[in-house]
């Protein structure tokens, strides 16, 4: 209902938004936009959605001002949106009442120029205060806007124009504010064309005047005094509650906290003052707060429909809870399972990022022959160019093959190709990318030949076969990567290709997968150590030469 309501009143706000715009363009370009802009929002069914979308975000702003628990330690995103979403209906009662209210109640015509009379010439620190709702308002939809979207596969390509909209939007309405108030301003200097302007859009005597400031101070009362019932109502539960006694909350390292009931996990670590991973803010749209419940797993109440999704999605076993939705009614103990600074980017890696999977992927190994030989007689700065040059010219092979370099050890290289979840499709990606390979090989050494004394060479293996895919490592040094026998099997694949003195070893299993026909290659199943079975390979001299 937030999301659904939020996006109906930005959506007004947008239009709007552009109708204002339209001032840096002429007056009149404002009040024939405004006609149109009326032409939609002004049909009784837009009125009656737009003004519900209003009245149920502000009624779920109050809920949350009750419910949010604790109050003030939260991110500051959070506490930002929620004190500028209480601001926005002190400014907006009276920007409703000058103009649709005022239709309603007194007959007068709203239009812009009536509308900017009233803010710049006729109500003090009118301008100021509507220029304040413009950038409250849209300060408070960009907040919501972003931790929205940032969830979204696409939105990390698209934020750059997406953040310029959001700047240009609200300027050009500003702008527009502005010339247009300074074109009413200088209309209303001449005393004639005041008066018969008002005469013309019906202006309201002073008794109706009265009675629209009336209507603006009794709006703002009736929220003052919700923000205020809220508040009160918040006191009121603690109170009922911890007279009901509080749970008690264990953290691993045996820290105790009592929490007033109804609190989340969530809430508790920010209570404490632990940082707590919540890429959503605590909303139930991603995984990353979940924890395993220590001990006291009856005393949490089951698991409501979008929370069993959520977690459903990142399969996670038996006794693990989303901390922002899970309310204790009694003593818990409970560990964080990810680390507090994890980001959006593993947010959407569907959760399973720091927990590992298990998925068949295509694993390469490429390694430069004799480059410690060719290094030796360079200087330092030569060699970092030299390495520099070639690890770019791999990368963009394996990226644009589908696939991701995992690591770069030394003067070699690790890639992971996925597929999407297709091995068939992987294998495939992993045979593009050591032909691609081989060949801005060739091409490189061509760029290289003045300045090298023979041609690099590289050794490449390719395999395929079950891996665990996770974060592993510490500290900085945490990376994504896979392990596994296909991992160790491929990386000596690639060790064969430097014995054999050929570009390529691949095996059987990656050929087969990919459909490729390769019996024209001389084949043969090798030994590898760790494994009981031999793995049939085929050893292949010009990777670029590959019948892709």
Known sequence: MRLTTGLILLGFIISHFLNHAAGLISLAAMEQGRLYFMAVWRQPLAMVTLYAALLIHLALGLWSLYRRRPLLRVPRWELAQLLLGLTIPFLLVGHVVDTHLAFLATGVDDTYAHLLLTLWRDRPWGALAQTGLLLVAWTH?????????????????AVTPLYTLAVIVPLLALLGFLQGGLQVLALAADPDWLAGYREQIAYPDAEGLARLERMARLGEAIFLGLVILALAARGAR?????AGGAPLVRFADGTRL????????????????????????????CSTCRVRIDSGLDNLPAAEAAEQRVLHRVAAPGGVRLACQARPHGDVAFTPLLPPDVDVREALAGGHARSGREQEVAILFADL???????ENRLPFDTVFLLNRYFAEMGMAVTEAGGRIDKFIGDGVMALFEGEGDPARACRQALTAAASMGGRLAHLNQVLDHDLAEPLRIAIGLHSGPVILGM????????????GDAVNTAS???SVAKQRDVELVLSDRVAGLAGIDLTAYPGEALEVRGRQTAVPVRLVDRAADLPL
């Open 141 to 157: 939809a960009m907040i919501g806007m972003h931790y929205w979207l940032r969830l979204k596969s696409w939105y990390p390509a």
């Open 238 to 242: 603690r109170l009922i509650r911890e």
């Open 258 to 285: 009592r929490l007033s009931p109804g609190m989340t996990l969530l809430a508790a670590s920010r209570l404490a003052g632990r940082p707590h991973a919540s890429v959503c803010g605590g909303r139930g749209r």
């Open 369 to 375: 022959r004799g480059f410690t030989k060719l290094s």
């Open 472 to 483: 592993m490592g510490y500290g900085a040094a945490l990376s994504a990567t896979a392990i």
């Open 492 to 494: 000596r694949l690639e």
